[in-house]
């Protein structure tokens, strides 16, 4: 016993009850807590086969050990199944809530059933109420937030949501997303609008003086690296744009094409020349990576959007993606889906949705994803998902490390599972020849398995172009009193990862679903895929895995069985 | 044509003639400067047949464009072909040699001949002049230095290189060491004593603001960098005892073991708690990483002497360990071959030549290094060395990247060619696990180019505790006012890779010399030849060389051929 503790509030639609139940130390030590908390949990209460927006499905929101206490930890993470995927999903996300999750006392909080009639809850603290939102059903996030943000940090589904789009994300603080892959439809199904808190109490740091020490070490380290000052504190994520378009990694016209010529506007330099920004950041974060257009107050887009509502369909008008991204997050739907989705119909059906958003929402086909239009259209070959998640603006054919861990997330075409954009593109910690497919598979499972320990602390994964695991385990192990060392977290994020795995593989996946997009293989930019299928097999190899499922052994080894 | 000039000057001993070249810029453009331009002045200057103590074999010294530029740039190389190993090889120091070199205006020198009598060469900027050293010969650095130091900085052998111990260093500065592979027998082979350099041009930085602001860049990594701020700073290289030793990677009784009982007193820990630490640094260096004894103003050793006096003949007496660096800095030998050679007759001998390191330079066995030892005396099984060049202390049997790279190391057995201690022990620039082979051989290959590149620079490897190739190609870019990106850094490296191998070939070394020792695959801590070998194929391929050979093709796309 270390005396690391945590709090599981379970939360009953149907029956509207509250329970608070202590986390048991194993489980802490073994997950950390955010996603991997999140994961175990999941894992632990439902049978693989259930219906995502069933009243059955549970939906978990959970912080980390760090949340709330160290720089740019100020995240929360969500896991159910997808309704997009089938796969186990978690999100993670930015803002306040996080914070005042973990400040109300609570790491994990489990919601049950479906309520009769629509509500939000309210916790503060250990009170929680349920309260009626008949009067907040069928409006957007800006409306709900500015009426519920007087009782705390909001975090709140829009129209999409209610109406099952399914990659309708949970907004919360108004413009941070739960984005991916569809939990937005999942709390729509509970009849559950919004989640407000408020927390006034403090977490504890297990050893101070250590925790200062290194908490500094982060701070000198973040100020000192260059992706981060120069970069993000200036540009934001649009700094991305003009090295993946140079690098030809910038898919365009629904991945028909890896450059896009017409971008100009588009790009850090000409927003930051041509706005006046507004630098905004999360709850404790010293670099500010949003940026807001502060002579209108309105949030600009992030990169990922500014690709989906840009290159991926041909425009380079800046305005337009402000618009769309803007309408998104006020509706509440993931962006990078939403335009892949319109991207996907432009190419099958020539009519471009950029201009109306809003009506996918409405819409039979587009509010059900890219995959399954492509499914309905007999257009497989046009498919630009891997397991239903829509690949965001990073090409797989440029980019090999990448492309593996793509084709080998557990939720699907996710960038941010190993983020090989990090040393394939920016250089961080180490620029790693893109490429090149040797040496790939080991390096993105090391990825994998950090990122998932990253998304358990929970920390922003910005904080990766500046430290690496040596500083992530001096600091938890700082904040929780039991020495973690830099092995470890890379031990648990492998747990986490397999554990993930092993859910999908009950649920019906298997080695077949780890794969690219037809499209990637064929064209002029086509990736061999003799090289992929050779990546795929070293990846299988160095997991222990055999056709994408853990060996026994492994599990064994692992602790899971 | 970008305008950067370089300097070469050819001095030779037969005639005492001296003669200033221009370097074309195509050369610094493809080997930037220090061991690549070494590397191709010598490639291109002799026939790979010619005997290493021969009066024909030219010792070239280079500097490169970062050189008296940048923070940690005083920094010089030396490129022969090594007496020990019969390889081409390149060795680099610190100091203040380096920065003399380059103020006095020249990026390479190459010696040639041999001086009938004694001499040392004295070099202030442009006026060069042939002096008798016939009241030097014989004498100790320490000596030399002194009666030299007045006119300039100091290089300098002692005893050793004078009577052709195989692993005689050049020394400069009276305690930095041009230490391995022999080139103080190179350098004694000519009768030279020293060379003394002394120069009064500040080189030019072709874009000013820009440089200031990658050195800004560079200055603020170094100062956040844990390994940096909080290692070298303090303890100096002895950091790495403790952890190597935890680790069971510390070479022990002749890498008979891997783990040491009884070294407290060798830890970094150990020696700043009891010693009066003064703290000394390169030319331009923030870190200083040297350490002395202030109290008697004597150098405290490296790690790797530490390990090589320590652990490696069962040694736990630090002064024991203080007195044997002394020694050997003064009569000018390499600490980690003349360790391990003493190491290898400690085990087959039973004679410990610790206390009487100076004796080795006298005995017709211990001054040709421990191969030569082994063969005499039929103990192949018991080599510690890789085309004859002793390990040093991080046993590749617990670092399966380091192993690889040991094994293809073209100077033989070094640590410094990869610097794999850096991701496998430190876990900068990122942690890698050292006991999986996936995806080393494609690392080992990146690490191997980069440090190539790093030397050629040149700037001290410490600096990738902090830094990546970007931070690099930034610092480059603004000193010559030629573009470099990243990549062509990584090029460069490959090309002078691939160039210092073609010689070996030529030479006669294959594939087949591309191994560990014979003790590394056997025993308790055996590291599999399976593994290895699977290692090595892979890395063949990556480089894409046949049986360690480069092939025609890989030639012509470096531009080699």
């Known amino acids: 016993m270390h005396g690391w503790t945590g709090k599981l509030l379970r939360i009953d639609l149907q029956d509207e009850s509250v329970k608070v139940e ?56 969500a896991v159910s199944k997808s309704p997009l995927t089938g796969t186990i999903l978690d999100s993670n ?48 996030v800006e409306y709900v937030t500015g009426k519920l943000e007087g009782l705390g940090s909001v975090a709140a589904i829009g129209p999409a949501g209610e109406k099952g789009v399914l990659y309708a994300a949970i907004m919360n603080d108004l413009t941070h997303a739960l984005g991916r892959g569809g939990l937005g439809a999942v709390m729509g199904a509970k009849n559950l609008k919004a989640i407000v808190v408020r927390g006034s109490r403090k977490p504890k740091v297990a050893n101070v003086e250590k925790y200062k020490e290194a908490m ?16 993000l504190k200036v540009f934001g994520t649009s700094m991305l744009y003009d090295i993946v378009n140079y690098l030809d990694v910038m898919p365009t016209n629904n991945f028909n094409d890896v450059h896009f010529d017409g971008g100009e506007k588009l790009s850090g330099d000409y927003i930051i020349t041509h706005y006046n920004i507004r630098h905004e950041g999360c709850w404790g974060c010293p670099v500010k990576c949003k940026k807001k257009d502060a002579k209108r107050d309105i949030e600009l887009p992030e990169y990922e959007t500014i690709w989906a509502f840009g290159p991926n369909i041909e425009n380079g008008d800046y305005e337009k993606v402000v618009e769309a991204n803007l309408k998104c997050n006020r509706n509440g739907m993931d962006t990078i889906s939403t335009g892949a989705t319109i991207a996907m119909w432009r190419e099958l059906k020539g009519e471009n949705y950029l201009e109306k958003v809003e009506e996918v929402m409405e819409h039979e086909d587009l509010k059900l994803g890219s995959m399954r239009i492509a499914r309905k259209y007999n257009a497989e070959d046009k498919r630009t998902d891997i397991k239903g998640l829509e690949l965001p603006g990073y090409d797989p054919r440029g980019l090999y490390g990448q492309a593996l861990s793509y084709a080998t997330s557990n939720r699907g075409g996710c960038h941010l599972r190993a983020y090989m954009v990090a040393p394939e593109i920016i250089g961080k910690p180490k620029l790693i020849h893109r490429l090149n497919p040797e040496g790939k598979a080991g390096l ?22 500046a430290m690496t695991e040596v500083e992530y385990a001096k600091l938890l192990s700082a904040v929780t009193g039991v020495d973690f060392r830099a092995e470890d977290l890379l031990r648990i994020g492998e747990r986490i990862y397999n554990l993930e795995r092993l859910f999908n593989v009950r649920a019906g996946f298997s080695g077949e679903d780890d794969t690219l997009p037809e499209k990637i293989f064929s064209g002029k930019n086509a990736l061999s895929r003799e090289i992929f299928e050779e ?4 990846y299988y190899e160095f997991r222990e895995w055999r056709n994408g499922v853990p060996t026994e052994e492994k599990l064994r080894k692992l602790g899971i069985i």
Chains 1, 2 share one sequence.
């Open 22 to 77: 202590d986390i048991p130390e194993e489980i802490l030590l073994d997950y950390l807590g955010g996603r991997g908390l999140g994961v175990k949990l999941y894992y632990d209460s439902v049978s693989p086969e259930i219906e995502p927006l069933s009243e059955e499905n549970p939906l978990i929101f959970a912080v980390g050990p760090l949340t709330g206490i160290a720089p740019m930890s100020g995240r929360h993470a």
């Open 216 to 231: 500094m070490d982060m701070v000198k380290l973040l100020e000192a690296s260059p992706p981060v000052n120069k970069g």
């Open 444 to 465: 993105v499972v090391i990825f994998q398995n950090l990122n998932a320990a990253i998304d358990s602390l929970i920390l922003c994964k910005f904080t990766a172009f």
């Open 93 to 140: 996300s930015g803002g306040e809530w996080g914070k005042e999750m973990k400040y109300a006392g609570f790491d994990a909080i489990i919601v049950q059933g479906k309520a009769e009639r629509p509500k939000y809850i309210v916790i503060r603290d250990d009170e929680i109420s349920f309260e009626s939102a008949e009067h907040l059903w069928g409006r957007d």
């Open 535 to 538: 990546m795929l097999k070293e």
